[in-house]
């Protein structure tokens, strides 16, 4: 067979392609070999390198703080000491005054008050000028917030007396920066005519004073008992402003050197005074700084005004019943002195008020209060025959000077024409409104607001100088009342006491003028009895309602 050329040619071409790709993969298998052989060697290198470095190179020392080592030595043993009793007694005294950094203003401050120097706290302070009193943060006492309402609630029966509440209180209910000022600057009167030893004199207080001026001599009324309630109502008045006899503030020796002045005269029989009057003024306040404080030193002597208080409250007798030889017991009203038929509504009136504060305390008042409202009840009806009949919202009723619970007799002058003044002396519808109110009434009770509307009516004083008992007794009455009642009367009666104020640069300065303010309520020829102390105290009192007492239910 032949073959052709040209087949020969192809066969030789392709066995050179195919020689020349076995070359080929020849070279590339040899080429790889190379790569990894050359990344072999690098990483081996590499790693090598790291080795020594890792090995070789020796980190920096770092020296490390010394440890000390100490022993703690066991502390020794405490020994205690004996507890030494508190007493109102002490061997230093304290006064001091605090400020508030950052005084709050009230609101719808309504009357100016004149900026001064602050009093220095000394026994016998210089008159310096007005101050603020709502600029200072004086803390009232632990207890100033008893769980027990002035008509028996839960409100607390001392109400605002911290700086705080006092505050809120005075723009709440109708207070001023005007009537706040001028019960501070009162206070800082009293502290200047305090006797050294304790009491507030009726007729030598200007001889307490340091300034050249003097204020003039007051009056005397039956011998010593003056003292005695002066002092207690001095002493009420720094209570009812938050000032307690404990707490550091600026009024803290004033106040203590009142109580001690009471508890130094206070008899075996628990009497301070001589008579029901005093002792009940006195008692009260010692029972508000006891409430207010919880000072052990002052229970004792509190409980013992107390027992005095209720071991000479009357019996209800029986229209014509005779009395008993043994004497009449509890369970009725009070006289001046010893228990008899008569019962006095002025001098009834305060035995209440210093139950209600014993109350506060916790001290044991027995039957006193339930006796009070017996005679309250039957003393009322006694003397508006037509009780049962009067409208709450337009009728009137009245309490009586006396009331005989054993002929049914009343001492009470004559109703007054239509918007004629009441009379004195004998008309005490003031002290029954207030103790309709501490006895457990509240407002849209008859009784209540039927006395209510007679005050509103008849004993709104339109100047000063006014009858300033009836002002304090109604002020805190109609307080309690609330609504339209209380707007009423604060409108007419709160700038009154602020505005006669006197605003002098010697003694006189903080107090009130006291010609005409107790016409009828003194024995005979002595009409302004009680000096510029007496109106100092009642004026003081009664601008000081807004946070003295709780409100009770329903009182707005």
Not at 13 to 38: M, V
Not at 60 to 80: L, T
Not at 226 to 242: H, I, K, P, Q, R
Request: net charge negative; proline share 6%.
């Amino acid at each position: 067979m032949s073959k052709n050329p040209n087949d020969i040619d192809n066969i030789a071409e392709h066995l050179e392609e195919g020689q020349q790709e076995e070359s080929d993969q020849r070279f590339r298998r040899a080429g790889g070999w190379a790569g990894w052989l050359i990344s072999l060697s690098f990483h081996a290198l590499l790693i090598a390198l790291m080795t020594c470095i890792y090995f070789l190179v020796k980190p920096p020392e770092v020296d490390m703080p010394p440890v000390r080592i100490a022993m703690i030595e066991s502390p020794p043993k405490h020994e205690e000491k004996p507890k030494v009793a508190r007493t109102l007694e002490t061997t230093v005294e304290l006064d001091v005054q605090t400020e508030s950094d950052h005084p709050n203003p009230i609101s719808q401050l309504e009357l100016p008050v004149e900026n001064s120097e602050r009093e220095e706290d000394n026994d016998n302070p210089v008159a310096k000028g007005r101050e603020e009193a709502i600029a200072d943060s004086e803390m009232g006492g632990s207890l100033a917030l008893m769980a027990i309402g002035v008509g028996g609630g839960g409100s607390g029966m001392f109400g605002s007396r911290t700086p705080g509440g006092k505050k809120r209180a005075v723009g709440k209910l109708g207070g001023s920066k005007g009537s706040e000022s001028a019960v501070d600057t009162a206070l800082r009167w009293l502290k200047k005519h305090q006797s050294p030893n304790g009491m507030w004199d009726c007729e030598h207080y200007p001889e307490n004073c340091v300034e050249a001026q003097r204020c003039e001599p007051g009056k005397h009324w039956l011998e010593d008992q003056c003292e005695v309630g002066l002092t207690g109502f001095a002493v009420l008045c720094y209570l009812g402003a938050g000032y307690d006899h404990q707490t550091p503030n600026k009024y803290k020796v004033t106040d203590k050197k009142g109580l001690d002045y009471l508890i130094s005269i206070q008899n075996a029989n628990g009497y301070i005074g001589r008579r029901n009057y005093e002792n009940a003024v006195a008692t009260m306040a010692l029972a508000e700084a006891f409430a207010m404080t919880g000072d052990p030193a002052l229970r004792g002597p509190a409980q013992n005004g107390v027992n005095a208080i209720l071991a000479c409250q009357n019996q209800d007798l029986a229209p014509g019943a005779a009395p008993k030889e043994s004497g009449y017991g509890n369970g009725f009203g009070w006289d001046y002195v010893s228990a008899t038929a008569r019962n006095d509504s002025s001098v009834t009136g305060w035995q209440v008020m210093a139950l209600k504060s014993a109350l506060a305390g916790g001290l044991n008042v027995g039957n006193g209060m339930d006796g009070a409202k017996k005679w309250l009840e039957r003393t009322w009806k006694a003397t508006n025959p037509g009780w049962a009949s009067l409208n709450p919202y337009t009728g009137e009723s009245r309490m009586p000077y006396a009331f005989d619970s054993a002929t049914g007799a009343i001492d009470i002058a004559g109703a007054p024409a239509p918007g004629a003044p009441s009379p004195e002396a004998h008309d005490l519808t003031c002290v029954g409104c207030v103790c309709a109110v501490f006895l457990g009434h509240h407002a849209g009770d008859p009784m209540l607001e039927t006395l209510a509307n007679y005050v509103s009516s008849h004993q709104i004083p339109k100047a000063y100088p006014c009858n300033t008992y009836y002002m304090y007794y109604n002020t805190l009455a109609m307080f309690q009342v609330g609504g339209e009642k209380w707007k009423t009367w604060n409108r007419s009666v709160r700038d009154m006491p602020v505005n006669a104020q006197r605003k002098d640069n010697g003694c006189l300065d903080g107090s009130w003028d006291w010609a005409g303010t107790w016409p009828g309520l003194c024995p005979a020829g002595t009409l302004e009895c009680g000096g510029r102390v007496l109106s100092t105290v009642f004026c003081c009192l009664s601008l000081e309602v807004y946070y003295r007492y709780a409100k009770v239910a329903g009182g707005k």
